[in-house]
């Protein structure tokens, strides 16, 4: 007796007797099994996914590198002047030139020195940029971060 088993994973039959096993002759599996090809992508699909791809990485990378970032300037210490004072903490007044009076020309030969409004004589304004630490700040520490929601 002779029997006869049929897989779809082998590409022939297996025939099983008594007492030993034999295989039969190689045949094509049945075309009702459909058959994968690989995906025909032309050049402008490639350089569109590449692109995308890409993007995501950049997306993902410029924030994560900026963290980082902030990370290590936080743990140095900053020692470096403040440009605009010279790390003095405090800045000349534009109106009097430092010298704490406005000198106001009113016609003729006459002139009113009065108290400068804008330092209230002092010559001098607290520093905008450093805040009068005389210290630079970071360029990240300028930012002022706002929940608005």
Do not use: W
């Amino acid at each position: 007796m002779s029997l006869a088993l049929h897989s779809p994973f082998l590409s022939s039959n297996l025939n099983l007797s008594s007492p030993s096993l034999k295989l039969t002759t190689l045949r094509r599996p049945p075309t009702s099994y459909p058959c994968i090809k690989a995906l025909e992508l032309d050049q402008n699909t490639v350089i569109a996914i590449s692109v995308g791809v890409a993007s995501v990485a950049v997306g993902i990378g410029i924030p994560v590198f900026y963290e980082s970032q902030i990370d290590n300037a936080s743990k140095r210490e900053n020692t470096q002047p403040c440009f605009p004072c010279n790390g003095t903490g405090a800045q000349k007044c534009r109106f009097c030139v430092g010298s704490g009076n406005v000198t106001v020309e009113l016609g003729g030969d006459e002139k009113e020195v009065s108290l400068c409004i804008n330092c209230d004589g002092a010559g001098s304004l607290t520093c905008t940029t450093c805040q009068g630490s005389g210290i630079q700040p970071r360029y990240l520490d300028r930012r002022e971060f706002k929940d608005d929601d």
